[in-house]
C-alpha cells in the first residue's frame, strides 16, 4: 500500500539512520525534504542533529 510520507515517517527513517549510521540515506533524505510540505521543524531539528554525528 502505497503512503505519502508525514514528517512522522521521516522522523522514523531519519532516526534509523542515525542509529545505524547510513549516512548515503541521511544525504538522499536531505535532499528530498525541501520539496516535501508536512515536514516539521523537529525532523529538521534531527536531520541537523545526524549530519553533527557524522
Not at 12 to 40: D, F, W
Amino acid at each position: 500500500m502505497p503512503l505519502k510520507a508525514d514528517g512522522s515517517v521521516w522522523g522514523a527513517l531519519l532516526s534509523a539512520c542515525k542509529i545505524h549510521e547510513n549516512e548515503t540515506m541521511i544525504e538522499r533524505i536531505r535532499q528530498g525534504l525541501p520539496n516535501n510540505a508536512g515536514v516539521s521543524i523537529g525532523t529538521y531539528a534531527l536531520l541537523s542533529n545526524a549530519f553533527a554525528l557524522g
